[in-house]
T-cell receptor, first 109, second 114 residues
Framework: KNEVEQSPQNLTAQEGEFITINCSYS?????LHWLQQHPGGGIVSLFM???GKKKHGRLIATINIQEKHSSLHITASHPRDSAVYIC???????????FGEGTQLTVNP | NAGVTQTPKFQVLKTGQSMTLQCAQD?????MSWYRQDPGMGLRLIHY???????DQGEVPNGYNVSRSTTEDFPLRLLSAAPSQTSVYFC?????????????FGNGTRLTVT
């Protein structure tokens, strides 16, 4: 079993829909990252959080440390949100990151 | 700031050839790392560094060497390329122990070994 599991693997939505991507992990962490990988391949950091909730524009990230679970929400989705969304955890021990396999999101107009 | 600059963008090698992937950052980040991304798998850590003169192995270090002579540069060397090293490679940097610091990625290098 992978230490970081994302669901779903693939997600297709219609423009305007509310989207949720989930990330569960099985190790102790000091932080969790949500990343976005564009169709062209570049990776950008969306959020880094260790507790609670963060919001940036139409994106919201939450984390529940006790349940070892995080969610990424996109409100009023748009075709430009189409990308791969990646969850990564930073362990409490060591300097390594462990990545989920990613969620491919396609938003149709 | 240029951020993380990774070169080349594309490379084709023959089996047994050597090459160096370059990575440079201008943000004074202590932590730098190399990942490979293969279809159906998450990013996997090859090597990382927590400061100049300090490097360590990640999950998949075999066939790769690194060095960190300056804070800015973290090159990845393939000494004798193999088809199994065909992949997309990413360099990333952040402040040491990223809790409190987001990751910054280079644009990736698509490597094909024939």
């Amino acid at each position: 079993k992978n230490e970081v599991e994302q669901s779903p693997q693939n997600l297709t939505a219609q423009e305007g829909e509310f989207i949720t991507i989930n990330c569960s992990y099985s190790v102790g962490i000091s932080a969790l990252h949500w990343l976005q990988q564009h169709p062209g391949g570049g990776i950008v950091s969306l959020f880094m959080l260790s507790s609670g909730k963060k919001k940036h524009g139409r994106l919201i990230a939450t984390i529940n440390i006790q349940e070892k679970h995080s969610s990424l929400h996109i409100t009023a989705s748009h075709p430009r949100d189409s990308a791969v969304y990646i969850c990564a955890v930073e362990r409490t021990s060591g300097s390594r990151l462990t990545f989920g396999e990613g969620t491919q999101l396609t938003v149709n107009p | 700031n240029a951020g993380v600059t990774q070169t080349p963008k594309f490379q084709v090698l023959k089996t047994g050839q050597s090459m160096t992937l370059q990575c440079a950052q201008d943000m004074n980040h202590e932590y730098m790392s190399w990942y490979r991304q293969d279809p159906g798998m998450g990013l996997r850590l090859i090597h990382y560094s927590v400061g100049a003169g300090i490097t360590d192995q990640g999950e998949v270090p075999n066939g790769y060497n690194v060095s960190r002579s300056t804070t800015e540069d973290f090159p990845l060397r393939l000494l004798s390329a193999a088809p199994s090293q065909t992949s997309v490679y990413f360099c990333a940097s952040s402040y040491f122990r990223t809790g409190g610091s987001p990751l910054h990625f280079g644009n990736g290098t698509r490597l094909t070994v024939t």
